[in-house]
């Protein structure tokens, strides 16, 4: 994961939509059939209680759309298996890292990716079900008539309405990692004239994972100045946009350079990277960071580089260490942002300005001076002690108030 872009998530119906919705219809009509089949063989013999689908029911499950979201969720799994109360975890992720785990009350469900996926969660049984996937009820992810409740993670401390177009519509509850999401839910839901949703504010079971992670590697000794780029993705995207220019005044310095693509720019835009990688490979300063897990790099570096990527507070919250920001102009007329004066209010690109450096385009030939003084900047550093005590709130105890909320829901 680049541990989020969590300020863009790519739903379930970008991209080739109609040809993937006919694929989830049809998906969803084979499993309706099996369901429908199974019903007939068990009223045939008389065993009208014991009708199931292809899943069995369960009080408390949790979905797991990606890799990218498993510090989201093993705290919890965690959380549950302390308690000795069962739980089933659906995943969509083959080499899911918690079949590694010995856990005897959390049973482990693949039931694979995409639109296959989809198609057995629409006929689920369960009393909750937890998620980070937002869009329900939009695209191919439908409520099942047999799960009693819906609830959605947030999986970063950023903005709810950074989704896209109702992408928290159509949840019972919404799990926060800070109050300050409230208030542009419920701007949304009076706008739209659909039903209050229950909002909770739990903390951030992703960053309190992240935090134990990055605290149990060892400093390095006489470390060299280690300057960080890591962005999103999409033509607005820092590397998009600008990665010959940024890279290369950068490649000039005596510091050590690591460049951190987003794991969807590999996917949708190999061409970008493959061009940098040779431009740079005669540069020995210059790292290219693929690993799945993002805390490494973070912990190495001492300045980050960005546009508009949810690792952006990843950073400033775990590291107390200062960013540069590009101004990417991000489009934000398909997320629900856009419904809130235009997106200009929301709160992550007003604490952005206030707790990091612009960095502009002209900018980049004096790039060394500019990362100098912002690495002497104490006003920047309170600023961004004041918004984790906004965002990350519950710090440490997330698992437990997750927990805490389903079961009371449940009861």
């Known amino acids: 994961m680049n541990s989020s872009d969590f300020f863009l998530y790519i739903d379930p119906g970008t991209g080739s939509m109609l040809f ?36 069995s029911y369960s009080d408390y499950a949790i979905y797991n759309e990606g890799k990218q979201y498993f ?53 689920l049984s369960a009393g909750i079900l937890l998620m980070t996937t937002p869009s329900l009820n939009v695209y191919q992810l439908k409520r099942s008539k047999n799960v009693k409740h819906y609830s959605h993670i947030l999986h970063a401390t950023s903005d709810a309405t950074m989704y896209k177009l109702f992408g928290l519509d159509f949840f019972d509850s919404v799990l926060l990692t800070g109050d300050y999401q409230k208030k542009d839910i419920r701007f949304l839901e009076e706008k739209r004239g659909i039903k209050q949703k229950t909002l909770v504010t739990v903390g951030c079971t992703y960053l309190d994972s992240l935090k134990q992670k990055i605290d149990s590697i060892p400093q390095k000794e006489n470390k060299n100045f280690t ?10 995207s820092l590397l998009y946009k600008y990665g010959e220019s940024l890279i290369k005044p950068l490649s000039e310095t005596s510091w050590t350079i690591i460049i951190r693509p987003h794991p969807q720019s590999k996917k949708s835009e190999p061409e970008v990277i493959e061009k940098l990688t040779k431009e740079f490979a005669c540069k020995p300063n210059i790292k290219w960071d693929y690993e799945n897990d993002n805390i490494y790099s973070l912990k190495e570096a001492d300045i980050m580089i960005s546009d508009f990527s949810g690792i952006i507070y990843d950073f400033m919250f775990l590291c107390d260490k200062p960013v540069l920001y590009v101004n990417a102009e991000l489009d934000l007329t398909p997320y629900d942002a856009w419904d809130i004066d235009g997106g200009k209010s929301i709160w992550q690109f007003k604490t952005l300005k206030e707790t990091a450096i612009e960095l502009k385009s002209e900018d980049f030939t004096n790039i060394k001076d500019i990362i100098t003084n912002a690495s002497k900047n104490p006003e920047l550093q309170q600023k961004r002690l004041e918004a984790k005590k906004q965002a990350w709130m519950f710090q440490g105890r997330a698992q437990e108030n997750v927990a805490d909320f389903m079961i009371e829901t449940l009861s």
């Open 20 to 55: 993937s919705i006919l694929i989830g219809a049809a998906a969803t009509l084979f499993f309706l059939f099996k369901a429908l089949i199974i019903k007939i063989k068990i009223l045939i013999s008389g065993k009208k209680g014991a009708i199931q689908t292809d899943s």
């Open 227 to 236: 300057v960080l780029i890591s962005p999103s993705w999409g033509k607005s």
């Open 71 to 123: 510090n989201v969720f093993y705290p919890i799994l965690d959380e549950f298996e302390k308690r000795k109360i069962p739980l089933t975890y659906l995943t969509s992720v083959k080499d899911d890292p918690a079949k590694d785990k010995a856990y005897q009350f959390v049973k482990i469900q693949y039931i694979g990716e995409g639109n296959a996926a989809f198609a057995k969660l629409n006929l």
